[in-house]
């Protein structure tokens, strides 16, 4: 069984930078996609960035530029580097694996609030 755990969300001003981290516990093996989703209020659950083991990130239109998504396989962390945050930007964040292993298997972080405002 593989847990998420994330950190770095808080209260930043427009302009701000903040960066998420989320590292998994247990095995994800060598082929897996590390995400980080968010959920604005009144919204449905977007993704906002994605990092395939070997392959290029992508990136919502939203935050292309401006969102940069990183990893670390030794320490299966993936990490999320929020620079010139809007308010528009503020919502939770959720870190998300899908594991490529006998199948595809799928697990979500609990949430960091990430809210922009001055």
């Known amino acids: 069984q593989v847990q998420l755990v994330e950190s770095g969300g808080g209260l930043i001003q427009p302009g701000g930078s903040l960066r998420l981290s989320c590292g998994a516990s247990?095995?994800?093996?060598?082929?897996?996609?590390m995400r980080w989703f968010r959920q604005i209020p009144g919204n449905q659950r977007e993704l906002v960035a994605s990092?395939?083991?070997?392959?290029?990130?992508s990136y919502a239109k939203s935050v292309k530029d401006r969102f940069a998504i990183s990893r670390d396989n030794a320490k299966n962390t993936v990490y999320l580097q929020m620079n010139s945050l809007k308010p528009e930007d503020t919502g939770v964040y959720y870190c998300?694996?899908?594991?490529?292993?006998?199948?595809?298997?799928?697990?979500w972080g609990q949430g960091t609030q990430v809210t922009v405002s001055s």
């Open positions: 998300n694996v899908l594991v490529v292993r006998n199948g595809v298997s799928e697990y």
């Open positions: 247990g095995s994800i093996g060598s082929l897996n996609y």
């Open positions: 990092s395939a083991s070997g392959g290029t990130p």
